[in-house]
């Protein structure tokens, strides 16, 4: 039987094949057909040997047949004509005139735009990092050892090879330290992933933006400071922030840190803020000095602030969107906009 | 985690501080509140007495009384086991009905109809002072209560925070109240009675305490303990079990009570014995080959508990149980974190373990137990010394802070004496290093001291959010300005996206990392079965936004991986022409392309495709997707310039003030023009100042060459030896000149 199917060459052959072994009257149905004269102690083993048989044939069969239909259909392409690409006169000229959607950017891209612009224009620098990090990279430079509970707090997607998808923007800090330390300011706004399940407050692939100022007197005063301008710039208005606390492993002291409200109107209740006057904004806090250590930096000379906030949520804030599925939708009349 | 107010007042008086300024000034200072809840009675109920109680002859429950809320007399049928003459409960006027024959106003009320206990099997006991007629609030105070969720992410760096002692401790530091001492009763100075015996054979057992009570009489929990523990999500099931969790959530020490009518020797160890087998309270069972890293406390050698998560079916207390055992003990946070999750179990017990519990809790529970047993149980005992073993005591750390370097952390100057003020509310024992007060030299109490508090910026941080964050003022650092360089990957990112969205018309999509398409690198805890490889190429992604949305012209610039290990980043582009998408990448990179490379690659026309080449370098391929019929690109932008970006990076010079001339040749050639430019992109002459295709027909191809110099104008020899030079060299490379 297995010379047989390597000989097959048309979907005639392959017809002719199943007729022979697997169709009403072929060879395999009919020794399954046969099963019930078997002694009833042999019948369940060789009627599961049978079932294999059959299966293993039929996928076989199947596989061969689509090589030939694929084969069949690309000799068929052959025929069409050659668009020589290398001639630079083979051009179709852009659809344009009324009717025609023009391009644009994904409406996350504008935001990080935004937020570069506002960070650039204080001296930081843009970096970028992959979306791959090492358990390194995502938990132990970041002052989260094996043991530590704040593993448990985010659910990482692991990869087979023992890395993950980064959790956080975070993820990218050490990198950062070692390549502009020991003084320098940089953000780096990037896709994160968790594993969640999706619903209109949850996607499990989202962007984020780290933001890290290291120095020799970086102060609370300072980070304050900048997240105030920062959140002025985006927001177009003048914005007050609060800190709270806030338990992330690789800051010392962590803040939660809040935003007044832009959107609240007087006399409405706020469903953004629920009528607190606060919107919590981002994590941030003095980095660590187990991160600083790790990332090179001489803690006893050196200290610093860093911050992560959702890029995916500042988005839907300044979009007034509800659901933060439309993002990775891939839904275009989403994405190309409108105007208001 | 859930806060009764009541609970708190017990410890701190916050009486005229409203509701509002403890959720936002702890919120602000400790940890985040998720909320509050107001916790009344259920039914608008007073206080009644019975004046006369008969059995109603019809039914085998119901007893007819007679009661009076001091105004009215009122006829009510009861079926209540404990109705008496002279008996005051709750009644609430809920209208009048007949029960088994008998007229009955009202309903006489137990804890659970009143909302604060799930208790029902008799109404309520009011004690005989009660006035009859008040409201039930006035008779039972504690059945209104404020219930506060604390957010219990904020806290998992803050053991001590566990229980309602410690979050009195922060309010009345927050508040500058005063913090009132834990009544207990003294277990260290019963050294006369006799030990239980406890034996700690794991490192993973820290400290191991237990005490031996007798005469337990009491079953029923005090109605105020029970308002306290349903309140807070926790039924009530019998004094001893309800002690246990009050205890639990009021100290912060989880712990254990044993039968004591036969001798009780506890240890605590890893592993079972072989064929043992160990059943936890909710049913699930542990056998031996799989409990060699969990840790066991055992009585009399069998396993009675799974330490510090949960008791097992037989180790525990019962209705009849007069005399127990209490067990207090600290386990290790990383192996109960373990054990818990690698069981799926997690308690309200082994929440707190993980979090590092401090081993001076262990006698502070067990005095504050006895204490508690005392007071509601008159005859209760203790009936054994205090027996205590332990191997990693919790011990207060001291840390120095530098003062000066606490102000420019924070950005703030300080008024010391305030801040040793604020430390000591907490339990912090701090003292200014005289003469110079540039140190402050601080003993860090064992409940803060298992890892929460272990360095400088940890007191930094107590500093600092006592003293109040909305306290410091912004300020902008000073720091030397230098020129900036963003990195290159970023800036050919945003030049890319530009061209493209603006130039090209193109809308910038995103997709998913993980594809359907299988690659050697794959999420292994992916909730999206069969769409769990990460991929390989941004093509497939594109193509089914292709078929969500129809014919359309997108790109997307993402993350991929080659070989399973290394991380790319691609440019996929999908437009309905072909020939335009090639005109694209011409534009964007100055790309050319070599043609059939991709023709046995599945979704590609086997003829049109091709190879993109930036520089003489493979970057990529186009073609045209066979099932879509739209033309994608797929690019690695890795090493790409981005000044050259869409005809950036030119160099400019003056023109030559001699005249040029344009040269036009025909060649007939059986193959694609990239052959043709490719060869004379080779050819070397000093007047050639380059060619472009100026027409194609039937493989016929006209070039135009311009020639031309910067010393002269040309002669009519200069212009002949050029034209044979390109006729010779087309010849040279298979092309013939047409005549």
């Known amino acids: 039987m297995e010379k047989e199917l390597k000989a097959l060459k048309t979907l005639a052959d392959c017809q002719a094949f199943h007729a022979k072994y697997l169709g009403k009257s072929g060879e395999i149905t009919k020794q399954l057909q046969g099963l019930k004269d078997i002694e009833p102690s042999k019948r369940a083993t060789r009627g599961a040997e049978l079932n294999i048989l059959r299966r293993e044939t039929e996928e076989k069969l199947f596989k061969i047949q689509h090589d030939i239909e694929a084969a069949e259909a690309n000799a068929k392409l052959m025929n069409d004509p050659l668009i020589d690409v290398t001639n ?18 994904h409406p996350i891209t504008q935001v990080i735009r935004e937020v570069e612009e506002i960070f650039a224009g204080m001296g930081f620098i843009i970096e970028d990092g992959p979306e791959i990090a090492t358990e390194y990279e995502c938990f132990d430079a970041l002052n989260c050892p094996q043991e530590h509970p704040a593993r448990d707090m985010q659910d990482t997607f692991w990869l087979s090879d023992g890395r993950c998808l980064r959790t956080q923007t975070s993820a990218w800090q050490n990198h950062m330290m070692k390549k502009y330390g020991p003084e320098f300011r940089a953000i780096c706004p990037g896709r994160v992933f968790r594993n969640e399940a999706l619903d209109a407050r949850h ?32 927001f177009k208005k003048d914005i007050n922030i609060r800190l709270r606390p806030g338990y992330f492993p690789f800051v010392e002291p962590g803040f939660e840190l809040d935003a007044s409200c832009v959107f609240c109107k007087s006399g409405e209740h706020c469903p953004v803020c629920k009528s607190s006057g606060w919107v919590e904004f981002c994590g941030c806090g003095m980095i660590h000095p187990n991160v600083l250590r790790e990332g090179g930096i001489d803690p006893t000379k050196y200290q610093g602030f860093a911050f992560g906030f959702g890029i995916t949520r500042l988005a839907m804030l300044k979009y007034d969107l509800n659901d933060c599925r439309w993002f990775n939708s891939g839904n275009l009349e989403f994405l190309q906009g409108g105007t208001k | ?187 260290t100075d019963i050294a006369l009675l006799p030990e239980v015996p406890v034996k700690i054979e794991s490192d993973l057992c820290q400290s191991f305490g237990a005490v031996k009570v007798k005469n337990i009489t009491r079953k029923v929990t005090p109605l105020e303990m029970q308002a306290r523990l349903f309140y807070l999500d926790i039924n009530p099931h019998g004094f001893l079990v309800d002690l246990s969790n009050y205890i639990m959530l009021e100290v912060g020490q989880p712990n254990h009570a044993y039968d004591g009518a036969s001798s009780v020797r506890l240890s605590a160890s890893k592993g079972l014995r072989d064929g043992e087998v160990f059943t936890t309270l909710k049913g699930q069972v542990i056998k031996a080959d799989m409990a060699e890293e ?78 508690l047993l005392n007071k ?93 964050y909305d306290k410091i003022v912004p300020m902008p650092p000073r720091v030397d300005v230098e020129p900036i360089a963003q990195p290159v990957k970023k800036v050919l990112v945003n030049r890319l996206k530009d061209a493209l969205a603006n130039v090209h018309g193109l809308q910038e999509v995103h997709t998913y990392i993980w594809s359907d398409t299988p690659s050697k690198l794959k999420v292994i805890n992916s909730c999206i079965k069969g769409c769990d490889y990460v991929r390989e190429a941004l093509g497939p992604s594109l193509l089914s936004i292709i078929a969500k949305n129809g014919q359309a012209r997108i790109f997307e610039i993402g993350q991929v991986v080659s070989n399973g290990k290394d991380e790319h980043r691609h440019l996929g582009i999908c437009v309905p022409s072909y020939a335009e998408l090639a005109s694209i990448l011409r534009a964007l990179f100055g790309a050319k392309f070599k043609i059939g490379e991709f023709a046995g690659v599945a979704g590609f026309h086997p003829k049109n495709n091709a190879t993109v080449l930036v520089d003489g370098k493979a970057v990529g391929c186009i073609g045209v997707a066979v099932d879509k019929d739209v033309a994608i690109a797929e690019i690695n ?55 472009r295709l100026k027409d194609v027909y039937n493989k016929s191809y006209t070039l135009e060459f311009t020639v031309g110099s910067y010393e002269k104008t040309l002669t009519a020899e200069d212009i002949n030896d050029i034209w044979s030079k390109i006729i010779e060299f087309g010849r040279k490379n298979g092309l013939t000149l047409k005549q």
């Open chain 1, 88 to 105: 630079p006169l083979t051009y179709t000229a852009r659809p344009s005139g009324p009717g025609v959607t023009p391009g644009g950017l």
């Open chain 2, 294 to 371: 969990m840790l066991f406390i055992k009585n009399n050698g069998s396993a009675v508990a799974l330490a510090g998560i949960m008791g097992g079916q037989e180790s525990g207390i019962n209705a009849d149980t007069i005399d127990a055992v209490f067990e207090f003990a600290t386990f290790d946070s990383g192996s109960t974190r373990k054990t818990a999750a690698g069981l799926g179990i997690r308690t309200d017990a082994s929440a707190r373990f993980e979090k590092s519990l401090d081993t001076n809790l262990n006698l502070l529970a067990a005095e504050r137990m006895v204490y």
């Open chain 2, 376 to 468: 509601y149980d008159k005859k209760a005992s203790p009936a054994s010394k205090w027996s205590y073993k332990t191997t990693r005591e919790t011990k207060p750390i001291a840390l120095r802070v530098d003062t000066a370097y606490v102000e420019k952390f924070c950005g703030v100057k300080f008024i010391w004496k305030d801040i040793i003020k604020k430390l000591t509310a907490l339990g912090f024992e701090p003292t200014m290093v005289f003469p110079s007060a540039d140190a402050l030299d601080v003993v860090v109490p064992t409940w803060r001291a298992t890892k929460d508090v272990t360095m400088q910026a940890d007191i930094i941080e107590e500093i600092v959010r006592t003293y109040g």
């Open chain 1, 203 to 234: 996607e499990n692939t989202f962007f984020q933006c780290e933001g890290m100022m290291i120095g020799k007197d970086i102060s609370i005063a300072n980070l304050i400071y900048f997240m105030k301008a920062a959140l002025t710039a985006v």
């Open chain 2, 1 to 187: 985690m859930k806060i009764s107010l009541n609970w708190l007042n017990e410890f701190v008086n916050l009486g005229g501080i409203d509701i509002r300024d403890i959720v936002s000034r702890f919120s602000l200072t400790t940890a985040e509140i998720e909320g509050y809840e107001i916790k009344k009675p259920k039914l608008d109920a007073v206080v009644v007495e019975i004046l006369t109680c008969e059995k109603v002859a019809t039914s085998n429950k119901l007893s007819k009384l007679t009661i009076t809320d001091g105004k009215k007399k009122y006829q009510v049928a009861c079926a209540a086991p404990n109705v008496r003459v002279g008996l005051k409960t709750a009644w609430a006027n809920v209208g009048t009905k007949v029960l088994a024959g008998i007229e009955s106003t009202g309903m006489c009320l137990g804890a659970d109809e009143l909302g604060m206990s799930n208790l029902h099997e008799s109404i309520i006991e009011l004690d005989s002072s009660a006035k009859v007629g008040a409201p039930i609030a006035e008779a039972l105070p504690f059945i209104c209560d404020t219930i506060i969720e604390i957010d219990n992410k904020s806290i998992t760096n803050r053991p001590d925070l566990w229980g309602h002692y410690g979050i009195a401790r922060e309010l009345a530091c927050i508040f500058d109240r005063e913090l009132k001492p834990l009544k207990k009763t003294s277990l």
């Open chain 2, 637 to 691: 932008i890795d090493g790409l310039d981005p000044t050259r970006v869409n005809g950036g990076g030119k160099t400019f010079a003056a023109p030559s003030k001699y005249q040029k001339n344009h040269l036009d040749f025909t060649f007939e050639y059986d193959g694609v023009y990239g052959d043709i430019e490719s060869a004379f992109d080779k050819f070397k002459h000093p007047l050639n100042m380059g060619f």
